[in-house]
């Protein structure tokens, strides 16, 4: 620890599916800050929530294998939830001061609020949306509640529960009948495509719905769009958010599923996106419009269908984007100008600057 040097807690790993991509991120991040000056902490979180304080991030462990936080790695430590105090505490009993989060756990325990509630009672700076958005950017059922209400379209779609479902399965069945095949049944609350399933025949949906609710009691029926490219922004700032250009992701399986995203190489991330001018500039502005409808903050990427010539249907956004150096947000944003090393720096300046504006309010 230097004197005068920003403490950075990279905060990676987690309970999810994307527990692997999460420590890549982390890895990439590390490497980009600026040692001059920040100084690095590392927490892994492993899969059953234990947090782990490491010399960094653990590095690959060989081709074709991916790196994951260990129960055993390092040493325990919490976070000092006294507010203001700023420092991690180990099972020993030392303590690391820090002056702002990284977050770069992904879905549920880290994308979705509640790692984000963590940092906000400890009263310590973080990188990327608060609560609310972290929230409701985890909820794919709220979020199109917000983007319709800002007058952004959405795919038609019903949102299940699980009692819905148990009750009256034919009530259901109609609704998605309405919707017309081919349709797609997702958890509400999940990312990294886990719980998906594309259904061509209404024959094919209750092992579907009954897949999704594994996941969560709430569930969404969509109907599929047909034909559409996928296109995705990079979003930036707090109160005046920038839009990336946009990029695409061109699948070689039928959709952009667990398999396309983490093992499949043959999954081409285009960047630009080759598509016409009047649509890249309607996609960054319907990118930024997507992010203040869920009030986010610093970060987020959003999500899109593209149909040709001109229609824009928003898919998703996600408020703690893939950061490695291969990964779309930080590609990007690359391509509009902003290196990785800055897009990190920047980030980081913009925590700094959310909390301070929110600093010394009433009920604070
Ligand atoms: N309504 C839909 N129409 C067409 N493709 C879809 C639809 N919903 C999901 N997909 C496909 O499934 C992928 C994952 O779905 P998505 O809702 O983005 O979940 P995740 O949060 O897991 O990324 C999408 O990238 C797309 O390829
Ligand atoms: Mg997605």
Redesign the pocket.
């Known amino acids: 620890m230097s004197p005068g040097k920003v403490r950075v807690l990279l905060v990676f790993g987690g309970r999810s599916a994307e527990h692997e991509v999460s420590v890549v991120s982390a890895r990439s991040v590390s490497a980009a800050l600026d040692h001059r000056r920040y100084d690095v902490v590392a927490v892994g979180i492993d899969k059953e929530g234990g947090w782990h304080l490491l010399p960094g991030p653990p590095a690959l462990p060989g081709t074709g294998e991916l790196p994951a936080v260990g129960t055993g790695a390092g040493s325990d430590v919490s976070l000092d939830r006294v507010p203001g105090t700023r420092e991690l505490v180990s099972s020993a009993g030392d303590r690391e001061p820090i002056d702002v989060v990284f977050p770069l756990v992904h879905g549920p325990f880290g994308e979705d609020g509640t790692l984000q509630g963590l940092f906000e009672m400890a009263g310590i700076p973080y990188v990327g949306a608060g609560v609310l958005a972290s929230a409701v950017g985890m909820d794919?059922a709220v979020q199109k509640i917000l983007f319709t209400a800002a007058g952004l379209p959405v795919?038609p779609h019903e949102v299940v529960t699980e009692r819905e479902w148990r009750e009256d399965p034919e009530a259901v069945t109609a609704r998605a009948e309405a919707l017309g095949t081919p349709l797609?049944v997702?958890p509400a609350a999940?990312?990294?495509?886990?719980g998906?399933t594309k259904v061509k025949t209404l024959a094919d949906l209750p092992p579907a719905v009954d897949d999704a609710f594994r996941h969560g009691r709430k569930a969404l029926i969509?109907?599929?769009?047909?034909g559409?490219r996928?296109i995705e922004c990079g979003v930036l700032g707090n109160e005046d958010p920038v839009a990336s250009v946009p990029g695409e992701?061109v699948?070689a399986a039928e959709?952009?599923?667990y398999r396309a995203k983490y093992l499949d190489e043959s999954t081409r991330l285009v960047v630009p996106a080759e598509v016409p001018t009047e649509v890249a500039e309607e996609a960054q502005r319907m990118a930024v419009a997507a992010f203040r409808a869920i009030d986010a903050a610093g970060m987020a990427r959003v999500?899109f269908?593209y149909r040709e010539p001109d229609e824009l249907i928003v898919?998703?956004i996600n408020t703690i984007p893939g950061f490695t150096t291969v990964s779309m947000y930080p590609r990007l944003w690359e391509a509009s100008g902003i290196p990785y090393p800055e897009l990190v720096d920047r980030l980081i300046r913009l925590a700094l600057e959310r909390h301070e504006l929110d600093r010394g309010r009433v009920g604070d």
């Open positions: 794919k795919v797609f997702k999940l990312g990294s495509s886990v998906i969509e109907q599929a769009a047909e559409a996928e992701i699948p959709f952009y599923d999500d269908f898919n998703e």
